[in-house]
T-cell receptor
């Protein structure tokens, strides 16, 4: 079974600064997908960024980028030029590439607060 | 497209009552699933379905039933509610197959069992 660990329950950052959220995971799979989801106070789950384990290049989506270290089983999220709207709970998640269960295994989340 | 819809948004039950959480999607997704979110624990999979007539258990299935009679709908039933089922429930859907098929989430249902 896969496990996902987010060791930072809460973080804060000043507006316009950069912040990095940590995530580690444990799996015996060789290929898989990793995701970061954002959950603002509205409760809606929003996909921020995704990474396939076979791709060496780190994914980037505008101000969001990841540092994927496959050997270390680490998948951190960097948010540049933080904005007040980035305040949310962030979840790291793991998914197998195939099989009957397309389930996401989530970490416990990091509450990020962007300070004005 | 409405995406994934869930009703109700909020519900309060007494211990022992039954109810059904509704989930519907209009994207013709084969895969649908139910998660529960508890403080400090992220989201955990309750049940999932890979198509009409096919369901299976996830990580925390006890106390919940599901059925999938159509592609669009995937209701979650609580037969006899318990305080331990107080949680926020999310329905999600995606295409089914290999690849990183993005899962789309509904807005969630906050359930309180007294």
């Amino acid at each position: 079974a896969q496990t996902v660990t987010q060791s930072q329950p809460e973080m804060s950052v000043q507006e316009a600064e950069t912040v990095t959220l940590s995530c580690t995971y444990d799996t015996s799979e060789s290929n898989y997908y990793l995701f970061w989801y954002k959950q603002p106070p509205s409760r809606q789950m929003i996909l921020v960024i995704r990474q396939e384990a076979y791709k060496q290049q780190n994914a980037t989506e505008n101000r969001f980028s990841v540092n994927f270290q496959k050997a270390a089983k680490s998948f951190s999220l960097k948010i540049s030029d933080s904005q007040l709207g980035d305040t949310a709970m962030y979840f790291c998640a793991f998914m197998k590439p195939s099989g009957s269960a397309r389930q996401l295994t989530f970490g416990s989340g990091t509450q990020l607060t962007v300070l004005p | 497209n409405a995406g994934v819809t869930q009703t109700p948004k909020f519900q309060v039950l007494k211990t022992g009552q039954s109810m059904t959480l509704q989930c519907a999607q209009d994207m013709n997704h084969e895969y649908m699933s139910w998660y529960r979110q508890d403080p400090g624990m992220g989201l955990r999979l309750i049940h999932y379905s890979v198509g009409a007539g096919i369901t299976d258990q996830g990580e925390v299935p006890n106390g919940y039933n599901v059925s999938r009679s159509t592609t669009e709908d995937f209701p979650l039933r609580l037969l006899s509610a318990a305080p331990s089922q107080t949680s926020v429930y999310f329905c999600a859907s995606s295409y089914y197959g290999t690849g990183d098929n993005e899962q789309f989430f509904g807005p969630g249902t906050r359930l309180t069992v007294l």
